[in-house]
């Protein structure tokens, strides 16, 4: 534990410095802008959740060491767990009855990170959480603002199972949001030639486009960084 302790760079303080910064910087705008300008709750939340999984690239550009890279999403685990609980922040909070997809985000991007990144892999990590980034918040947005065309999807198999409604405007905002930013963090780490990129992006929103509209009460924001990370994991090395 000394070890990791001393191991500490200049540019890792500058990366937990930027990191705590940034993210408590952004709640604290979309927090004034909900009550300054009356922004939706599920708008800012939403970006809330863009700028901070694009915050990953960040995360991996600054730090020396990715032991401490880790420690600014870790650390959100717990502190979305409790901010949900006292419902601290009204722009990230959901709904009372809602699952909390915050802690679920915080988690899997740990999770991708600390799967990858050791092995030499950061790229991958970002590809992975592009999904779960730009085209489940993208799918959201689109859906509330312009989902006129509405389907309903089933949970479980008993007799009390749920059902939540779906927009296809919304998921056709996933299908191209985990496209262009999957594609686009392959191309920025140098992971794909842009044929490669444009059909590994291809096979990641297809998959991950109907995994996102069955997944329950928030679980998406562990299920779409999962199945990404698994199918970039078996497409990459394949093609080396």
């Known amino acids: 534990m000394s070890e990791v302790v001393s191991s500490v760079s200049a540019r890792d303080l500058l990366g937990l410095a930027l990191s705590y910064l940034f993210a408590f910087g952004l709640l604290g705008a979309m927090e004034f802008a909900q009550r300054r300008w009356s922004w939706p709750r599920h708008l800012t939340r939403k970006v809330i959740h863009l700028a901070a999984g694009t915050w990953v690239i960040g995360v991996v550009s600054i730090f020396e060491h990715w032991w401490w890279g880790l420690l600014p999403s870790a650390s959100f685990i717990v502190l979305n767990y409790l901010f949900y609980r006292r419902r601290t922040f009204q722009a990230m909070d959901p709904p009372e009855a809602a699952a909390p997809g915050t802690v679920y985000f915080a988690l899997s991007v740990t999770l991708v990170l600390a799967a990858f990144w050791p092995q030499g892999w950061p790229g991958l990590a970002v590809a992975a959480l592009m999904p779960v980034t730009w085209g489940d918040g993208l799918a959201a947005i689109v859906g509330h603002g312009w989902g006129r065309h509405r389907y309903r999807i089933v949970h479980g198999l008993s007799a009390g199972r749920e059902s939540e409604e779906r927009s296809w405007e919304g998921s056709a905002a996933m299908f191209l949001g985990s496209l262009v930013a999957t594609w686009g963090a392959l191309q920025l780490f140098g992971l794909a030639s842009l044929r490669e990129g444009a059909l590994w992006s291809l096979i990641v929103a297809l998959s991950a486009t ?13 299920t779409i960084p999962f199945l990404a990370a698994l199918l970039l994991y078996l497409l990459i090395p394949a093609s080396r």
């Open 210 to 222: 109907p995994v996102e509209a069955i997944s329950p009460r928030g679980t998406d924001n562990l």
